[in-house]
């Protein structure tokens, strides 16, 4: 009787589990990353006052990154400046600034946690993770060391729907993977955002929780 009990008690969470899950999954394809305005309007912002104390500048593309929505949604969003297209992307914080959020940040060397604020998206490279965009970071204080910090945006396996539901069914809950501090795109997706990016890209990096 009792392992009767137990097997109903075991089968009861699973089928629930094989229930929920298609739907998971449906409501992770399906996410457009819609930015939050405020965050939108704060990179805007830094950027055009960046553009004005450098007029040789020229931005083209824009990409709002906003740690206070978890690293499972796309955070990501490229604005080009021209057509005002949008197109948004999961993309990993540093592994010291948090799990399934970015809640810690820094701009000291080999401390593993992402920096925030204004990025000028410089030169392709190929490099140990394949393509990849190096960064100046434009804010002395928070992001003044991306350089040597080698600080870049580039590609992994572990930023994918394959590997949220593996962090979920492994018990870390859902969340991709976590970098050494790099913007860390999907390798599908890493070759389109190189070329929205590495024409007068920047990048602004916000931690919502703060507004």
Known sequence: MNHRILATALIAPLLLLLVLLPLGVAGLVRDEGKPD???????????????????DAEPRTLAVVDYSRPSFLKRMAVF????????AYRVAHGKMSGEGYGLRFSNV??????SLGLFRVGRTYSGEHGLALRLEGLDSL???NAASRDIVVHSAGYVSIPYILLNLFTGYGPRIGRSNGCFVVSREEITPLALELGRGGFIYARDGRTQ
């Open 37 to 55: 305005d405020r965050a939108v309007a704060e990179a805007m912002e830094e950027l055009f006052r960046h553009a004005r104390q450098h007029p």
């Open 80 to 87: 080009d400046l021209v057509s005002g297209k949008c197109t």
């Open 109 to 114: 060397p080999e401390s593993n946690m992402s």
């Open 142 to 144: 928070k992001n003044g």
